[in-house]
């Protein structure tokens, strides 16, 4: 069977990976250079930021994140030459209103993720040095990780570009599907080119409501930027991941420590500005203010494929045959991405799922409301 992706962020990547793990034929397109957009900009945390925030359908497929990608990672580096780095952190949040329901959340869902401490100041102290005196307590989630997402996109990549059963095609703008009788014939490419598959995926990230005139199905899919600043500490200076209202650090192993986000409705645009910048150094130096002495060495934005409830859209489109999905994952494409990918390979090959696929058919598409801002 030969299928077309569109889109080759971590969305279509690793559908690609599952697919031709089974001996699927895989082309895979992307308008720009692959591994560019949200997938890169993102900071790689492997769980939803406050879990208890989520619908559990966000999380149930966020669980599978570490352990998968560490199945990946295996499989992938002796091949690409490169180890994306699960790094086992921990998490310190430090929202007080969340830290009852936090550790609730944790008794219910007895699972390792999900495992919280209340930490007490000596303990705080211990787990990490550089915490403002001013936050005295913490709920601390020892088993959170983060990945290094640029990295991971570049082991996959390399992992594809050179698999006998991949096509990889950059700079190319799929435009168009020619559909028939409830079948796509064939794909468009800005060039007019045609192209040919059995199967075809939409893992178009931010620019999927750009499907909605074509396919007559709301897509309610928007850009929300996101912007982050990248610190150089000494390699393992800062020992966890910290958070604080909606603000986080994320500590590389080598001292990078991704600081962020913001979110903003406006577009298409991916310019970091200074105001932003502002905001997210300010409230990371408010819970760690050592990080002043060391440089700032990037800022950058990139666009969340926003959805209404961050339930992303898995599975086979309305009324096309042979058209399936992959997108809208919000805040978590990152750590939903390996259980999201093996879902749709699953139900594109009338497998047995691992999961209900239910809450996330696109066959809710036109039932939503669109987000407001
Ligand atoms: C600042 C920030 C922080 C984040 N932090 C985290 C985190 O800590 N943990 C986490 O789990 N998630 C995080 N995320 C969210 C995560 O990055 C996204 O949910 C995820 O990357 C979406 O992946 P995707 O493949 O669906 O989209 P993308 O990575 O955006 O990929 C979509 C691709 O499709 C291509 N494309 C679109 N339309 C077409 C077309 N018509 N033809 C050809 N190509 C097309 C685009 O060029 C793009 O490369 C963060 C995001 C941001 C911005």
Known sequence: MHIAIIGAGISGLLTALELIEQGCQVSIFDQQQAGQAASWAGGGILSPMYPWRYPQAVNTL???????????????????????????????????????????????????????????????????????????????????????????LQSVIAYLKQHPLVNFVEQTHIIKFQIQQHQVQYAIDQHGNKIQADQFVLATGAWSQDWTEQLNLEIPVQPVQGQMVLYKAPAHWLPTMCMNKVMYLIPRQDGHIICGSSMA??????????????????????????????????????????????????????????????????????????????????????????????PYSPERLNSEQLIVS
């Not at 490169?82 to 959340?105: A, K, P, Q, S, V």
């Not at 211990?126 to 640029?150: D, G, T, V």
């Not at 002043?292 to 309305?318: E, M």
């Open 62 to 152: 966020a669980k599978y994140g570490k352990s998968m990608y560490q199945t990946w990672n295996e499989k992938l580096r002796p091949n690409s030459g490169i180890d994306f780095e699960i790094h086992d952190t921990g998490m310190l949040i430090f929202d007080e209103d969340d830290f009852d329901i936090g550790l609730n959340y944790a008794e219910r869902y007895q699972e390792p993720m999900q495992q919280a401490e209340y930490l007490i100041p000596d303990a705080l102290e211990q787990i990490n040095p550089w915490i403002h005196p001013k936050f005295q307590h913490a709920i601390y989630f020892p088993e959170l990780s983060n990945i290094r997402n640029p990295r991971l």
């Open 265 to 358: 409705y406006c577009g298409f645009n991916t310019l970091p500005d200074a105001k932003t910048r502002h905001n997210i150094v300010e409230a990371c130096l408010e819970m760690v203010p050592e990080l002043s002495q060391f440089p700032i060495v990037k800022q950058w934005a990139g666009l969340r494929p926003s959805s209404p409830t961050g339930i992303p859209y898995i599975g086979a489109v309305p009324e096309v045959n042979n058209l399936w999905m992959n997108v809208g994952h919000f805040r978590n494409g990152l750590c939903m991405g390996p259980a999201s990918a093996q879902l749709l390979r699953q139900l594109m090959l009338k497998q047995p799922t691992f999961i209900d696929p239910t």
